[in-house]
């Protein structure tokens, strides 16, 4: 009789090793298709994503997005924050707004008028994802580039009004107030 429990755990357990390798090996084959498919994507970034995968399609704007293709990349991006997945949404929200910023740089300071619509769309990309997680420094940093470009001038009162001086700002003059990155 022990004999015979013997023999039954020893091929449950090899059942069990075997179902093991075997998702084992399903998760390696798909796997080894998204990475063929992202390296096609990379080798030629002008061809059509036709995968499910999420990856490939991050790939493949990042392949736009460094071909110089600005409107391709864009597009990917967009398809990419509309998905269901968190992770690569915020990965397309912050490149998406490199891009816009590579962009404004690529148009130069000679042309503003040009230059300084995408370093507004850059700077709104950066604020939301600071409102999904404010203790991203990647995109504190890009944010504070972006300000830098194109500073945020406060609005003068239009009743003819004097702002006050900036000793009596009441920010400057709080106690506690936090002055780090924006």
Do not use: C
Not at 47 to 57: D, N, R
Not at 171 to 176: K, S
């Amino acid at each position: 009789m022990k004999r015979r429990h013997g023999h039954w755990l020893f091929g449950l357990t090899a059942l069990g090793a075997a179902l093991v390798t075997g998702a084992q090996w399903w998760q390696l084959d798909a796997a080894e298709r998204v990475n063929a498919a992202i390296a096609g994507t990379v080798a030629a970034p002008s061809a059509v994503v036709v995968t499910e995968a999420a990856e490939t399609q991050l790939a493949h704007a990042m392949a736009l997005a460094q071909a110089g293709d600005y409107d391709g990349a864009l597009k990917s991006y967009k398809l990419l924050i509309q998905g269901e997945r968190a992770d690569l949404k915020r990965i397309a929200l912050y490149n998406l707004g490199g891009l816009h910023l590579r962009q404004a740089l690529k148009r130069g300071a000679d042309n503003t008028a040009e230059s300084l619509p995408l370093i507004e769309l850059a700077k709104q990309v950066y604020r939301d994802l600071l409102r999904d997680d404010p203790d991203d420094w990647d995109a504190r940093y890009n944010l504070e580039r972006a300000l830098w470009l194109a500073p945020e001038v406060d609005e003068t009162p239009t009743d003819g009004a004097t702002p006050p001086p900036p000793s009596e700002r009441a920010v400057t003059t709080m106690q506690g107030e936090r002055r780090d990155l924006p």
